[in-house]
């Protein structure tokens, strides 16, 4: 089958447009074919192998364990395995891979979930590694309705779904972006819109019952003054570079947690059935939109990773196949 390809880790623009054996299906596994395929900043890391010590976590210590890389993927299921009940041929899906960069792609039934007729394969693809994050991170803040709530990222792939996850929760939410995104942020439904460019956005001012921080790396001095005094802020990641990618940062936060009244947490999303189900209902009934910012074709994956890492996106980007 045509797949994107690579032998070692590296950047984005040496991924090959080449050919891998079709995936074999183990008995719990669905073999789908692969319509259309995400791009997230955690396909960067497995593509580059960075932060190194993310090649320890079973990914391939000197060169990637999977040759084909992609999580994110949407298409129709082609075959089950034995212990597959939920899925048969012809079903169409989307949800978490480990090679989905591919025309084929053996993927845990227990990660997928049917896509709903009503939406197309490029918006399932760009749904599920950066929607759960942003429903888990919302749920790890225990977001609710009449909260003031701030998304730092919001114009990013998890932002922007949290922008929108957090308005339907019923909570006054303001997202803050660069200027090229502060029109499509307004547009996921955010309340107010702050341009990080240009103003202050931690003022000492405007407090927030809950802030979910997807980027920029701000320290926690700085967002617990944004915080009100029983306030939750909830560490998604960001993108810093270096060995430690900001880690440091989370574990202070669990340290110091437990002498403050504010509630400083971090989590690692993943997926869950449960979840995946709830953003397909969302979908379904028009709650919540996948915002693609740009398709590319699969054999421009190189390019679509570069793009996002860029910060060109707004929202998502999808690889078609
Ligand atoms: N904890 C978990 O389980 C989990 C799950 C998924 C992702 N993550 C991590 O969460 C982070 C966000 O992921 P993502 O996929 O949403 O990445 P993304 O699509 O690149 O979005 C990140 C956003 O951060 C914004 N940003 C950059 N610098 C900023 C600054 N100084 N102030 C405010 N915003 C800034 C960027 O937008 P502008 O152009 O507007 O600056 C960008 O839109 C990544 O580090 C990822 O690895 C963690």
Redesign the pocket.
Known sequence: MKAIVRETYGPPEELQWGTADEPVIGDDDVLVQVVAAGV???VW?LVTGLPRAIRLAGFGVRKPKNAVPGMDVAGVVTAVGAHVTRFRAGDEVFGIGSSSYAEYAAVPAKNLVAKPANVPFTDAAAVP??AL?ALQGLRKGDVQAGQRVLV??A?????SYAVQLAVAAGADVTG???T??TDFVRSLGADDVLD?TREQIIDGGRRYDLILD???NRKLRELRRALTSAGTLVI????VGGWRQGIERQLVAMLLNPFIRQNLR????GPNPADLQALADHLAAGTLRAPVDRTFPLAEAGAAIQY?RD?K?KGKVVLTV
């Open positions: 997230d900043q955690g890391h590694n950066s994050a730092i990222g114009g990013g792939g998890v932002g803050i972006c660069s090229a995104k990080y997807t980027g920029g998604v990641g960001a993108e971090s989590y690692v999303s996002m910060g996106a």
